[in-house]
């Protein structure tokens, strides 16, 4: 039998059930929209003439987008890794209500995932806006669940010294924890207002 020294669990650290709570329903919401974008390719592929439920007009179009070389950046459908990263967070937001504690490898390992799914969202981003110049509405519902994911880890590992940073930034940091929604936030209404001003000529399309 093996015996856990108390005092290596005491010292891990305990992330709150608000933190639990956010990584269960961000990751939630982003595997429902991965799950909705992987079946409206699968009508796609089964019927190339489909109109998807996401297609409103030439702007603002799920079809237009997957259809794309951006859509399938490792050679098959990017929904199909939202179908499986979003359900890490899932995960360890249950664990964590279940009393869990992980060490910090774990910690840094998970928050490598989470960064890489966060610029991947940010380079979608700048493709759908400056590139392809067509939204697609569930790949926005993935972005807005990714974005305060990965701001309440980061700022949290910040504050836990997981993630080192220089000791005149530690107050700072302490701080912008608690307001990790503003953090997220903030990055939601830059990208929203880049996006209202890169298709600013196209909204009136929205009422014809």
Request: aromatic residues 16%.
């Amino acid at each position: 039998m093996t015996v856990v020294n108390p005092s290596l669990t005491e010292s891990l650290p305990s992330p709150s059930k608000r933190f639990a709570w956010t990584m269960i329903l961000t990751g939630a919401l982003g595997w429902i929209a991965a799950f909705t974008l992987t079946l409206e390719r699968l009508h796609v592929a089964s019927n190339p003439d489909a109109t998807l439920s996401c297609d409103l007009n030439p702007f603002i179009s799920c079809k237009s987008v997957m259809l794309t070389e951006q859509a399938r950046l490792l050679g098959f459908p990017n929904p199909l890794i939202g179908l499986g990263a979003f359900i890490a967070p899932i995960v360890v937001g249950f664990a964590i209500l279940a009393g869990a504690k992980f060490a910090p490898w774990f910690w840094r390992l998970f928050a490598t995932g989470v960064t890489m799914g966060f610029m991947f969202v940010v380079w979608l981003w700048t493709q759908s806006t400056f590139v392809i110049n067509v939204l697609c509405p569930y790949c926005m519902v993935a972005w807005v669940a990714m974005i305060p994911m990965f701001w309440t880890l980061i700022l949290f590992l910040i504050r836990e010294g997981i993630i080192d940073t220089p000791l005149r930034f530690v107050a700072f940091f302490d701080r912008a924890y608690d307001r990790a929604w503003l953090w997220a936030l903030t990055t939601d209404l830059l990208m929203a207002a880049v996006i209202i001003v890169r298709f600013w000529t196209y909204w009136p399309l929205l009422w014809k």
